[in-house]
């Protein structure tokens, strides 16, 4: 149980049975009266945001949050398969839920998925993944109006932009979190 004095960015309270997380916190002491905590709420289900206002004493409920580690199996055409790896059970996320991490989630990758009373409600993938490159354009040499970087597509179909000596088929390690490239894999054969 959090008081309203507990309030702060990045704490995941629950608010009429809903999983909310606080995304900005700004606390006022006016002259007369108790403190306000002023808050900017997500739901971490629905994704719907808004502002709202507690007093000093105000009491709520810690979320009830579990995050476990699961293995990405498939994609059915409206649902993303997830395994848990301990037991071998299986959930399923909306294209929703998964939202922009599909762009780099690929068969047997481990995430993390957030569950909220036993739901999965969200996923979060690693810093970086391994993806083979399935389109790039050759380099010329001496081309510099390109710039250092190129086009290139990956497995998952996203484009990333990648430097000039990159080629197709190769391994490449992306940042999950900007979406860029990092450096060049070694396969191993």
């Not at 780099?104 to 690693?126: A, R, V």
């Not at 990333?160 to 894999?185: A, C, H, N």
């Amino acid at each position: 149980m959090y008081e309203s004095g507990d309030l702060r960015k990045g704490l995941k309270i629950e608010i009429d049975g809903e999983p909310y997380v606080i995304t900005q916190f700004q606390f006022v002491k006016p002259g007369k009266g108790k403190a306000l905590y002023k808050c900017r709420l997500k739901n971490m289900v629905t994704g719907a945001q808004f502002d709202r206002t507690f007093r000093s004493g105000e009491k709520f409920n810690k979320a009830d949050l579990e995050e476990l580690k699961m293995e990405y199996l498939y994609f059915d055409g409206e649902n993303y398969c997830f395994m848990n790896t301990s037991d071998y059970s299986q959930d399923f996320l909306t294209a929703d839920q998964v939202s922009e991490a599909k762009a780099f989630l690929k068969e047997n990758t481990l995430c993390d998925i957030l569950f909220f009373d036993g739901k999965p409600i969200g996923i979060s993938l690693p810093f970086f993944v391994d993806l083979k490159i399935t389109k790039a354009d050759p380099w010329v040499k001496g081309d510099t109006a390109s710039g250092d970087s190129k086009p290139a597509t990956l497995e998952t179909g996203v484009m990333v932009q990648v430097p000039p000596f990159i080629e197709e088929g190769e391994l490449i390690r992306i940042d999950t979190r900007s979406g860029e490239y990092v450096e060049r894999v070694k396969q191993s054969k």
